[in-house]
């Protein structure tokens, strides 16, 4: 967090939250900050906000994004003689590279729009300066950022469902591109929303909290249509709907709605361990947090066919572990669901979780055993109906040793989110990202 106290010293604290929680680092520090105006993010790979001395005055940044030519930038700027002071896991941090763009404007506005045609990927970002708060969306508008407003002043989030507790009321979005300055005059648009939208189709469905809205379609309303629009397509025989929970817990509402087979919780999430799994640093730890976190209600469970439905199946390993914890619980079929199609790009355009290659997917895998290298026919592979796809799914659903294994649509995504299918990045599922 970044903060311009009364006294006018501009206040910083980073900490790593990759072993516990915010709450647990930042605590014991809250009474350090005690100005009007602040801003702050929570990173999985690098140390954010940045403090900024330049031309264009003092200013911390912080932004969510991803930088894909990070390395090319990098030897520009040096080749100059600009010299980098912030390292992320040994090479330079991405915000610092954002911010050293910024600077070749003459203003705000004009080095953000210089770096929204520079940069590969996405980023929107929050820049204090000592005379307001700067909020500019990614051009192509892939993460959100939503503004609020109540008596004291306003407040601008990625997630507008953070500002209800604190008695802020909704405003609006920022469009693809936009940038805004907020004062305590009010909020002046410093730069059009002149982007195209291609929000990321993965906040509905896994990343989002369930309460937040982008563009207007709520996270929870997606995710039972996902789960209600599966539900109606799918003919498998069972004695009750399971979430895996907790990011399954809404679909399973939605496909025993549409499959018209009763919802019962077969499997609960023990709440005082992470939060998610793919918190812990290596993927051992993972595996433990895994298991802890999932307890079996074998009340539930014992001699049932139960169709279980999670987000997703990126690694697999969770996946193979839970099934194996199920039928030794006494599950009598495992029929496993997935809200959205199988994924086989990795996202160029964010960094919500770290990601070492294709091969780190459970499809890349299974299309590497089936065709001896990892990236052939990857077109039909992510087409519904053809055989490779019956293939790899099939082979997907033996490894984990399940009974039955059905993905969701990209179709079904665009339909139970409500937006047209060019508005929504879907590149891990079927390649598109901005076209």
Known sequence: ???????????????????????????SELRKFDGCSGIGAISDS?????????????????TVMKLSNAEQLTEEFMSQGTIFTELSDGAVNSTEIVSQLINKGKTFAEGIRYMQSRIEGSCSMLILTDDGLIAARDWWGRTPLSIGHNADGYVV?????????????FVRELGPGEAVKITPDGVEQILPPEGKLHICSF??????????????????????????LMGQQ???????????????TSMALGYSEGAKIPFRNAV?????????????????????????????????MKDRKIVFCDDSIVRGTQLRDNV????????GE??????????????????????????????????????GIHDSHLEEYATPGTPRYCNMVEAIRSKLTMDSLKFNTVDNVVKAIGLPKCSLCTHCFDGTGDN
Not at 10 to 20: F, G, N, P, T
Not at 46 to 62: D, K, N, T, W
Not at 158 to 164: F, R, Y
Not at 234 to 248: F, M, T, Y
Request: charged share 20%.
């Open 1 to 27: 967090m970044a903060v311009i106290n009364k006294d006018g010293t501009l206040v910083r604290s980073i900490h790593s939250l990759k072993q516990s929680y915010f709450r647990v680092k930042f605590e």
């Open 46 to 62: 690098e140390s954010q906000p940045l403090v900024v001395y330049s031309h264009l005055g003092r200013f911390a940044i912080c």
């Open 157 to 169: 989030a990625s997630e507008n469902c953070s500002m209800i507790n604190l008695d802020y009321d």
């Open 203 to 228: 906040l509905w469905i896994y990343y989002g909290f369930p309460a937040t809205s982008y563009e207007g379609m709520n996270v929870d309303h997606a995710r039972r249509n996902l789960g209600r």
């Open 234 to 248: 799918d003919d498998v025989q069972a004695d009750l709907v399971s979430p895996i929970p907790d990011s399954g």
């Open 268 to 300: 609960l999430k023990y709440t005082p361990t992470w939060p998610r799994s793919f918190m812990p640093v290596d993927q051992k730890t993972r595996d433990v947090v895994a298991k802890m976190k999932l307890i079996p209600n074998y009340g539930q």
């Open 324 to 331: 194996e914890l199920f039928r030794g619980h006494g599950a």
């Open 334 to 371: 495992i029929h496993i669901r997935i809200s959205c199609p199988p994924l086989i790009f990795p996202c160029p355009y964010l960094n919500f979780s770290a990601s070492k290659g294709p091969l780190e997917f459970a499809t890349r895998r299974t299309i590497q055993s089936l065709e």
